[in-house]
């Protein structure tokens, strides 16, 4: 059974850091394009970061280019987000998700994306 489990959120000052992981099960990363989504309370859920299949390209939110950074792991089948200088503003659920398809691109429209996580709560106190 395809699953993905998003773990690594918490509290943090602002400033801090964290690492969020995504874990995926029942298949193989390594051709599929995943992305990170967080949405907070009121707000849409928006796109925060993407990594292409085979991780040849990657694409950031301009509110976090130069904060945070996606990698895949294929060997452990895993794709992390690095948060460093986390803000008061990127407190929300963060959710990873995978293209079913191989060998895309990916991007930040949630319809692209055809499997999802439940979700990890980041929370940065000013």
């Known amino acids: 059974q395809l699953q993905l489990v998003e773990s690594g959120g918490g509290l943090v000052q602002s400033g801090g850091s964290l690492r969020l992981t995504c874990s995926a099960s029942g298949f193989a990363l390594t051709y599929h394009s995943i992305g990170w989504f967080r949405q907070a309370p009121g707000k849409e859920r928006e796109g925060v970061a993407c990594i292409s299949s085979q991780g040849a390209s990657s694409t950031y939110v301009d509110s976090v280019r130069g904060r945070f950074a996606i990698s895949k792991h294929n060997t452990a089948n895993v794709v992390y987000l690095q948060m460093d200088n986390l803000k008061p503003e990127d407190s929300a659920v963060y959710s990873c998700?995978?293209?079913?398809?191989?060998?895309?691109?990916?991007?930040?429209?949630?319809?692209?994306?055809?499997?999802w996580g439940r979700g990890t709560q980041v929370t940065v106190s000013s």
């Open positions: 998700a995978v293209v079913r398809a191989v060998f895309t691109t990916c991007g930040f429209t949630p319809a692209q994306y055809d499997y």
